[in-house]
């Protein structure tokens, strides 16, 4: 748990920026804390605990957590450094219910999560901390571990489905909880597959990292997103499907529009997709060339981004499993919406506008795409306009489905307005407030 929370506190100041709007430098850090910037490296590698509750809340503090390391800190101290396996005599008790012999432990092997897992939930480790969102999520994995493995022989294509589904439709931070119990049992099946199993059940779980990345950029936690699209690509690598390694390396440069890489490196990912791709017409390679497109249509590069737009069409066209992944022509459409947003002044961003939201019933999609109109409205010079409208649709956002896309997207309608203009917006005071609301957690 030490590792765990050091690593919490590493990616609270890695997404300071994204989160507060400055940078949080480990002297800064330890400026508002007292910690030397030694002392803070040894807490973030997990190497050392801070010595009290008072220090963990002006560590949540200075980090702007909202809590976070202070509802942790009481499992921390009670786990601290130690393996699991000690708790093991203080959660006898718990353990004698559920087997009927009494035995002191239960047997290593198959039965090793299920100890550990009630070891936790005896002990109350799990209530109200933030780790694998706690409550539902633990029982709901408890259940899985209970099952049988007969009953846990899921059809992971269609589970895969379902989370995609849920990615685009639910409030992030339930997809969140779901997509991590889902993952730890893709694990277990994988320690136990036989050999003609494994292949399968690495492209799946290339496929639920790769969503958990997903939902970790929405909920702007940069950190988890970048360390699960490497776990997304390693899988994938080991399944040996070409497919899924070309889808999860397009997603990738398609989230990492939204801030997290810088424009450059997602042309990188996005041309690495694309020659791993080849002439196969796949959901990757056209979301690799979506990516493209965008990145060029940002950096200003406005023929540029139109020529991809053409090969997208001209890949669109072909022969291409729609249901792969959860591919939709909407995708293609959102596509064009963003770079004419950027690049066109005619009735083309209108019309992509309204075929993307003909084509796609996601939330989120929907605010990105009107969004898309306050982008142009704000470049064709109707600043104030495009502010109130950027407003409205933050505004109209339930709390809990507004993520940190929607709010990025929303921060380049004011992108799009020269600086010396800004100061005598009237809008501008109802939009910066309304683009610094909270995410959810």
Not at 192 to 216: I, Y
Not at 398 to 421: E, G, N, Q, W
């Amino acid at each position: 748990m030490a590792h765990y929370f050091g690593a919490l506190v590493r990616d609270l100041r890695d997404s300071y920026e994204l989160r507060v709007g400055h940078r949080l430098t480990v002297d800064r850090l330890g400026a508002r804390t007292g910690y030397s910037a030694s002392m803070l490296g040894s807490i973030e590698r997990g190497e050392c605990l801070p010595e009290s509750g008072t220090r963990v809340q002006s560590l949540d503090d200075a980090l702007h957590a909202a809590g976070q390391l202070k509802i942790l800190w009481p499992l921390v101290q009670r786990l601290g450094h130690r393996p699991i396996d000690e708790l093991v005599e203080a959660t006898n008790s718990a353990l004698r219910s559920y087997r009927e012999n009494g035995t002191r432990y239960l047997p290593q092997g198959e039965d090793m999560e299920r100890r550990e897992l009630f070891q936790m939930a005896a002990l109350g480790l799990f209530a109200h901390s933030p780790l694998m969102d706690a409550g539902e999520a633990v029982r709901q994995l408890i259940e899985r571990n209970l099952a049988t493995t007969g009953a846990q022989a899921d059809d992971w294509q269609a589970v895969c489905a379902d989370h995609v589904y849920a990615v685009n439709h639910r409030p992030p931070a339930e997809a969140r909880a779901d997509l991590l119990i889902d993952i730890a049992a893709i694990r277990r099946a994988l320690t136990d597959a036989p050999a003609e199993r494994v292949a399968d059940l690495q492209r799946t779980t290339a496929w639920m990292s790769a969503l958990l990345a997903n939902v970790l950029c929405r909920l702007g936690e940069h950190g988890g997103s970048r360390r699960w699209w490497q776990t997304a690509r390693h899988a994938a690598d080991a399944s040996g499907d070409r497919d899924i390694q070309v889808w999860v390396r397009g997603s990738e440069a398609v989230f990492g529009l939204y801030g997290s890489r810088s424009t450059d490196a997602v042309l990188i990912l996005a041309r690495q997709a694309q020659q791993l791709a080849g002439e196969r017409v796949t959901p990757g390679h056209i979301g690799a060339v979506c990516a493209e497109a965008q990145a060029l249509a940002v950096m200003g590069r406005s023929q540029d981004a139109m020529d991809r737009l053409d090969r997208l069409d001209e890949l669109a066209g072909r022969s291409v499993n729609c249901q792969e992944f959860g591919w939709t022509d909407a995708s293609v459409w959102f596509t064009r919406s963003w770079v004419l947003s950027m690049v066109d002044t005619g009735e083309g961003a209108r019309m992509a506008r309204e075929r993307t939201l003909a084509a796609s019933s996601g939330i989120q999609n929907d605010a990105s795409v009107r969004l898309h109109e306050a982008i142009r409205l704000s470049r064709d010079g109707g600043h104030n306009e495009a502010l109130l409208l950027a407003t409205g649709i933050v505004h109209g956002q339930a709390p809990a489905f507004r993520t940190h896309m929607v709010l990025h997207t929303a921060r380049m309608v004011l992108d799009a307005i020269p600086i010396d203009k800004r100061p005598a917006l009237p809008a501008l005071g109802a939009y910066q407030l309304a683009i610094s609301a909270p995410l959810p957690t």
